[in-house]
């Protein structure tokens, strides 16, 4: 399958600084990718869709100012999260879907790692 | 009413026994059924994806779809400690030009060695 890398794996902050994940799609190109976050004994939650050349689309409640995403290549993805607060602290995974190129409902996602987020 | 409902778990079953995971999802027109496991601590890793109604098999894992019934289950069979894991149940749902995969909220399951 599709492998999807995240760097980092963990990062602890200080309250109100700004946090900068990447997500990377190895041996594929993903003009699509996403972005969740899971709170402890939650599922995955849709924050935005990345879209290769274009602004995101985020879900309703998702702060658009205050979770910055970028996605300038067709391998490369990034999220930042701008004055983290304690109520940020979340794993957050991001994943690609493949194959890319126009949208199918059997088009698949894969995963990165994730990215553990805390912030003091 | 919920996008995606699993069964409430924890499920515990005995080393080499079936673990059953049962789904049900609310949008009709969904094509596309997916099947991630979740290590603790870790991020899903997809282990089926079912499309037709009937069954997929692979490897001790089958999948089960019946789109009449908005139903998909997960079969794991001869159960192994290592499959311990919470496993999360996905759909594909249409939304304006894209589809986006809604996730019900996982069940978990232990496997007693």
């Known amino acids: 399958g599709a492998v999807v890398s995240q760097h980092p794996s963990w990062v602890i902050c200080k309250s109100g600084t700004s946090v900068k994940i990447e997500c990377r799609s190895l041996?594929?190109?993903?003009?699509?990718m996403f972005w969740y976050r899971q709170f402890p004994k939650q599922s995955l939650m849709l924050m935005a869709t990345s879209n290769e050349g274009s602004k995101a689309t985020y879900e309703q409640g998702v702060e658009k100012d205050k979770f910055l995403i970028n996605h300038a290549s067709l391998t490369l993805s990034t999220l930042t999260v701008t004055s983290a607060h304690p109520e940020d602290s979340s794993f957050y995974i991001c994943?690609?879907?493949?194959?890319?190129?126009?949208?199918?409902?059997?088009?698949?996602?894969?995963f990165g790692p994730g990215t553990r987020l805390t912030v003091l | 009413q919920k996008e995606v409902e699993q069964n409430s778990g924890p499920l515990s079953v005995p080393e080499g026994a079936i673990a059953s995971l049962n789904c049900t999802y609310s949008?009709?027109?969904?094509?596309?059924f997916f099947w991630y496991r979740q290590y603790s601590g870790k991020s899903p890793e997809l282990i089926m994806s079912?499309?037709?109604?009937g069954d997929k098999e692979d490897g001790r894992f089958t999948a089960q779809l019946n789109k009449a019934s908005q139903y998909v289950s997960l079969l794991i069979r001869d159960s192994q400690p290592s499959d311990s894991a919470t496993y999360l149940c996905?759909?594909?749902?249409?939304?304006?030009?894209?589809?986006?995969?809604?996730f019900g909220a996982g069940t978990t399951v232990t496997v007693r060695a």
């Open positions: 994943s690609a879907r493949d194959p890319p190129g126009g949208t199918s409902s059997t088009d698949t996602q894969y």
């Open positions: 041996d594929f190109q993903a003009t699509t």
């Open positions: 949008d009709r027109g969904s094509q596309s």
């Open positions: 996905a759909v594909n749902m249409r939304v304006p030009n894209d589809y986006k995969l809604s």
């Open positions: 079912i499309y037709s109604n």
